[in-house]
């Protein structure tokens, strides 16, 4: 059974790069075809996506945050890398990643989130 | 971008009584809609995808409908357990978006 786990910096400063890694396990990143997701969700409720990616692809970003985001993959580690530049209090939130069967399909496996808290 | 509007944004419902939630998207999207189940302190789950495709696991007393711009999560029977929010998403075109949540609390 396929699982995922968020980890990074629970607290970043402002204008400072926040770097989360999800690492994979139970299943290989570059087997079975699926893609992998990152999804925010503010303090409060609403859910965010930020991009996604296969394996042997360029990712896919939100326009909302492409000029500042980098989305990569490690097969020999089996992780998804998300890098968010000069980031402020309004990214403040819960950091999530996802599997997606396909392009089109929901987000089937989710890893716990990681809390991230951008303040001085 | 589509935006998916959710509604009603809370709900208060009694137990075994029936819950209908709607999500309508700006423009058409087929039947690219997914639904979550999200409980506190939790993940959002996977319930329905594709508007009306069950996932393996889940109690059959949810059920999705719809296509095009109006879609319906309905709970059969509410259970205690069934007490979150609730998110439709879609995934026709970029960027992916979310409904706002509607939560489902327990008289």
């Known amino acids: 059974q396929v699982q995922l786990r968020e980890s990074g910096p629970g607290l970043v400063k402002p204008s400072q790069t926040l770097s989360l890694t999800c690492t994979v396990s139970?299943?290989?990143?570059?087997?079975?075809?699926?893609?992998w997701s990152w999804v925010r969700q503010y303090p409060g409720k609403g859910l965010e996506w930020i991009g996604y990616i296969f394996y042997s692809a360029s990712p896919y970003y939100n326009p909302s945050l492409r000029s500042r985001l980098t989305i990569s993959v490690d097969t020999s580690k089996n992780q998804i890398s998300l890098n968010l530049t000069s980031v402020t209090a309004a990214d403040t939130a819960v950091y999530y990643c996802a599997r997606v069967p396909g392009p089109t399909d929901g987000l089937d496996v989710w890893g716990q989130g990681t809390m991230v808290i951008v303040s001085s | 971008e589509i935006v998916l509007t959710q509604s009603p944004g809370f709900q208060s419902v009694t137990p075994k009584e029936k819950v209908t939630i709607t999500c309508r998207a700006s423009?058409?999207?087929?039947?690219?809609l997914h639904w979550y189940q999200q409980k506190p302190g939790q993940s959002p789950k996977l319930l329905i995808k594709y508007a009306s495709q069950s996932i393996s696991g889940v109690p059959s007393r949810f059920s999705g409908s719809g296509s095009g711009t109006d879609f319906t999560l309905t709970i059969n029977s509410l259970e205690a357990e069934d007490a979150a929010t609730y998110y439709c998403?879609?995934?026709?075109?970029?960027?992916?978006?979310f409904g706002g949540g509607t939560k489902v609390e327990i008289k």
């Open positions: 139970g299943g290989s990143i570059s087997n079975g075809g699926h893609y």
């Open positions: 423009e058409s999207i087929g039947r690219t």
């Open positions: 998403h879609q995934s026709s075109s970029f960027p992916l978006t």
